[in-house]
């Protein structure tokens, strides 16, 4: 049987110090100009019939590009994503 050259050994990472030091680059520390973000508001009321979302107070506040809401007929009946395979 041939050793293994890694299994059961310390194996150094070569991302393991820029982690732990706090100098690991990841996506969320990337701004580039002109970027906007992004926040999701989900409902408190699980399986809630949702009639409407009025968007309108948030899109006046200073720096709100825009209001997103599902699209109609995204949902099915049952309350389903209509991308799902039941």
């Known amino acids: ?3 293994l050259e890694y299994v059961g050994k310390s194996v150094l990472r070569k991302d393991g110090p820029d982690k732990v030091t706090g ?3 990841y ?3 990337v701004h580039l100009p002109g970027m906007l973000a992004g ?3 989900r ?3 699980p399986h ?3 009639l409407g979302i009025d968007t309108s107070r948030a899109e006046r506040v ?3 590009k825009a ?3 599902a699209a109609a007929g995204c949902f099915r009946s049952d309350g389903r994503h209509a991308g799902r395979r039941a």
Do not use: F, Q, W, Y
């Open 1 to 3: 049987m041939s050793e």
């Open 23 to 25: 100098g690991a680059i």
């Open 27 to 29: 996506t969320v520390d």
């Open 39 to 41: 926040r999701i508001l």
């Open 43 to 45: 409902s408190p009321h």
């Open 48 to 50: 809630a019939r949702i």
């Open 62 to 64: 200073s720096g709100v």
């Open 67 to 69: 209001g997103l809401r």
